[in-house]
């Protein structure tokens, strides 16, 4: 069997099973992830090296630009991306496994703390000129895609809201050009801080962890008619050590992802 169908089916048993025990390597593991697991990710990294004896070099980002400087030559050997286009586009290109489904997400609001809005007024609020609506950058960072796809439900709710929609949203963060908060702040947070917009359509982990550091603002459920889930998809290099595999691995296994449950992520 072909070395990426064996990673894949590795990777598929092995929820529900411990990881293999692998001596370590001398030099950092090079694990590629969304922005969005950077909290829960280095927590599991941090109980893996502890645990293994394996040091892990997280490198966090837009998935689809992480995904661009993969192409371009650069050493991940783990890739966790928010979504599953970027690790199929690496697999389909060769050199890469195909994509495991290792967590879940979905969108919430985050709004500012005048914003009264509720998932029955959600739609409307979004839709009111007044409110300047954040998302992140469709095609470079999968939240703005889920956003999309939300504006797409939308419009078959109330014809006309895609319309306004695509119009209206302001791309504020993913981008390779998007502003950077100042160091140890988060994204999300510091966008709403400096009140770059009203409201902002971000994965429900990312308002949660926002409304901790800025609590005077509000997290909104979207609506079931309007709802986008986010499935992350993991992906290992072929020919990558047996290290890489194992922490793949390992973020499937019990202990990993009771850490992704508590952080708010779904199961795989």
């Known amino acids: 069997m072909h070395r990426a169908s064996l990673t894949a089916v590795a990777l598929a048993m092995l929820i529900g099973c411990a990881a293999p025990e692998v001596a370590p390597m001398k030099e950092p593991l090079q694990v590629y992830a969304a922005g969005s697991l950077r909290e829960v990710l280095t927590e599991i990294a941090r109980d893996h090296e502890a645990r293994t004896g394996q040091k892990i070099a997280l490198t966090f980002g837009a998935s689809g630009l992480l995904r661009e400087r993969i192409e371009k030559g650069e050493g991940a050997m783990v890739f966790a991306s928010a979504d599953t286009q970027h690790p199929q586009r690496l697999a389909a290109a060769g050199g890469w496994a195909p994509h495991t489904v ?12 005048n914003v009264n809005a509720t998932p029955q007024t959600l739609l409307t609020t979004l839709l009111n000129p007044a409110v300047k609506l954040g998302t992140s950058t469709p095609k470079a960072d999968p939240s703005g895609d889920y956003a999309w796809a939300l504006f797409r439900k939308a419009d078959q709710v109330r014809a006309g809201a895609y319309a306004a929609l695509d119009a209206k949203a302001l791309k504020l963060t993913g981008g390779p050009d998007s502003p950077k908060p100042p160091a140890g702040q988060g994204t999300y947070a510091w966008v709403m801080d400096q009140g770059q917009a009203d409201v902002f359509l971000t994965y429900c982990t990312n308002a949660v962890a926002s409304q901790k550091e800025v609590p005077r603002l509000k997290v909104v459920q979207v609506p079931v008619e309007l709802q986008v ?18 922490f793949a691995q390992a973020l499937l296994a019990p202990p990993a992802q009771a850490t992704f449950a508590r952080y708010g992520f779904g199961k795989p």
Request: aromatic share 6%.
């Open 229 to 246: 889930g986010a499935s992350y998809g993991l992906t290992v290099r072929q020919g990558a050590p047996a290290q890489a595999e194992a």
């Open 102 to 113: 290792f967590v879940r997400n979905s969108l919430c609001a985050l709004t500012q703390a």
